[in-house]
């Protein structure tokens, strides 16, 4: 899961959370693109901060899931 925040000041925030290490799953990766395209959208935004729940950013990919490199690949 990736979760949208409008911050103040023009900022948006994308926190990633897939316990235990927000690894890249396919579901975060959605959640990543659907926050980037409502920051995109929201002409108020100037940046966009991208952190990891839990005090942790992310363990990268998320092993054992190859679909990843395919939905990486294939979504506009
Ligand atoms: C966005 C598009 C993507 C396109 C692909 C682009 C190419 C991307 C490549 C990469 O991302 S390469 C990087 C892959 N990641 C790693 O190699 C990290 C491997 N993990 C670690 O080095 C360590 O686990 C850690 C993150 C430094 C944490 O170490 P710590 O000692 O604190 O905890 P651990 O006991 O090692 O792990 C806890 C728990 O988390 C699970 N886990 C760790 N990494 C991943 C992961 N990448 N995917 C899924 N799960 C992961 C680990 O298995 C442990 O689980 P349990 O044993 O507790 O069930």
């Not at 927000?22 to 940046?47: E, M, R």
Request: charged share 15%; net charge positive; glycine share 6%.
């Amino acid at each position: 899961m990736a979760e949208y925040t409008r911050l103040w000041n023009c900022l948006a925030l994308i926190r990633l959370r897939n316990p235990p290490v927000n690894s890249i799953s396919t579901a975060v990766l959605h959640g990543i693109k659907a926050g980037l395209q409502k920051a995109l959208t929201d002409h108020t935004v100037k940046a966009i901060v991208i952190c990891g729940a839990d005090g942790k950013f992310s363990a990268g990919v998320q092993v054992c899931d190859s679909s990843v490199f395919y939905n990486a690949q294939c979504s506009p």
